[in-house]
């Protein structure tokens, strides 16, 4: 299946550090988002990078894609506590017969000590 | 600019009885998506809805689950005679425009936790 998964399953680091977070899928895509849940919380989205570009930024995060690895990375950078959440990828799949579905990882657990 | 709006927020019910989950998308959007989501998992995709129609509900269980988006009011997720199975977190998503060649930002609503006993 397309399922992402993201790499590590879990990140523990000190306020002021930088995280990166990995995601890799299977299938040819036309978008990847990135998603923030905080604990019993919705879905924040924080960033879509489409298939035909390589990197962008939004404020503290910086998110790549490599289609030829099928594989992007987010990187939030001089971290807050306030950054502790789950960090989820989610893709599309560029055939017709699933568009408007995303496909979800597992997610990174990211825990930022003050 | 309210975003999308689930309710309930929490909902207990024994085994066997209905399920009613309600999603109101942001204002504009026409297209809305249900997921399921595990304890410890990713979100899984449910159903696609557009306005009176259903695009895609190859990710929902073909018996006691149903899910409808009227011309006026709600999109409606119905899961009828709840097992404990069904005991998860149930989120809509809703987008401005559909699947094209490019897909849409969805946005998430909070979400409603179903716990059935």
């Known amino acids: 299946s397309q399922q992402g998964e993201e790499d590590p399953q879990a990140l523990s680091i000190q306020e002021g550090e930088n995280a990166t977070m990995n995601c890799s899928y299977k299938t040819s895509i036309n978008n990847l988002q990135w998603y923030r849940q905080n604990s019993g919380r919705g879905l924040v989205h924080l960033i879509l990078i489409r298939s035909n570009e390589r990197e962008k930024h939004s404020g503290r995060l910086r998110v790549t894609l490599d289609t030829s690895k099928k594989s992007s990375s987010l990187l939030i950078t001089a971290s807050r506590a306030a950054d502790t959440a789950s960090y989820f990828c989610?893709?599309?799949?560029?055939?017709?017969?699933?568009?408007?579905?995303?496909?979800f990882g597992r997610g990174t657990q990211l825990t930022v000590w003050p | 600019n309210a975003g999308v709006m689930q309710n309930p927020r929490h909902l207990v019910r024994r085994r066997g009885q209905e399920a009613r989950l309600r999603c109101s998308p942001m204002k504009g959007h026409s297209h809305v998506y249900w997921y399921r989501q595990l304890p410890e998992e990713g979100l899984k995709f449910m159903v696609y809805l557009q306005k009176e129609n259903i695009i895609d509900e190859s990710g929902m269980p073909k018996e006691r689950f149903s899910a409808e988006f009227p011309k006026e009011g709600p999109s409606i997720l119905r899961i009828q005679q709840v097992v404990r199975g069904d005991s998860a977190a149930y989120f809509c998503?809703?987008?401005?425009?559909?699947?094209?060649?490019?897909?849409?930002?969805?946005?998430f609503g909070p979400g409603t936790r179903l716990l059935v006993l």
């Open positions: 998503a809703s987008s401005a425009l559909g699947a094209g060649v490019f897909l849409e930002t969805q946005y």
């Open positions: 989610a893709t599309d799949e560029s055939r017709g017969s699933t568009l408007g579905r995303l496909y």
